[in-house]
């Protein structure tokens, strides 16, 4: 059976393709962006790509497309009329991956500002995002942001103020992309 054919055969492995690989993506992302549940095993169908040729792991939790899903993707694509679209950025996908993991990582990271900030600011910030966020958490996941170099602390008088870097700026872009096209197709 060629790749076109088994891609046919599953709906889900289509979507897959043609609405989330566009970049390389983890299951809970992909699972986000096609509006599926929690408990639905979107894994499942990214393993029998991966043992079909048609996608790799990058990272573990992480996958990209082969060349020849690449090449599958565009035939689908141009089937239905879209335009063919696939990057792999520049950034670190480790890093990618361990702050989109974990939900208080991913508020943070996502309200850290190029101009410093004080952490209690932030802390405001992320409360409005994710409730349940307290200040020992903010602390500790800055000092773990400092420890990866994806925000730097700095000392005004009393206060420590804290911003995102250049490593933190790419990896924060890559989230908002996630939630623009979740938002733009779900």
């Not at 059976?1 to 289509?14: K, L, Q, T, V, W």
């Amino acid at each position: 059976m060629s790749d076109y054919e088994f891609i046919d055969r599953g709906r889900r492995r289509e979507q897959v393709l043609i609405v989330t690989m566009n970049k390389p993506r983890m299951p809970s992302e992909c699972r986000d962006l096609l509006g599926y549940k929690k408990g639905n095993k979107l894994g499942v169908t990214l393993k029998e790509l991966e043992v079909r040729g048609l996608v790799r792991s990058k990272v573990p939790g992480l996958r990209s497309l082969t060349p020849r899903g690449q090449r599958l993707r565009k035939i689908l694509l141009e089937e239905k009329g879209q335009a063919y679209s696939y990057s792999e950025p520049r950034i670190d996908w480790k890093t990618y991956v361990w702050v989109m993991l974990g939900i208080q990582r991913r508020v943070l990271l996502r309200v850290l500002q190029t101009h410093p900030i004080i952490a209690a600011r932030l802390l405001r910030l992320a409360r409005q995002i994710h409730a349940r966020l307290s200040r020992t958490d903010t602390y500790r996941v800055l000092s773990q942001f400092a420890e990866r170099r994806l925000a730097e602390s700095s000392r005004q008088e009393k206060y420590v103020l804290y911003a995102i870097t250049r490593k933190g700026e790419a990896i924060k872009r890559q989230m908002l992309m996630l939630w623009f096209a979740v938002f733009l197709f779900v």
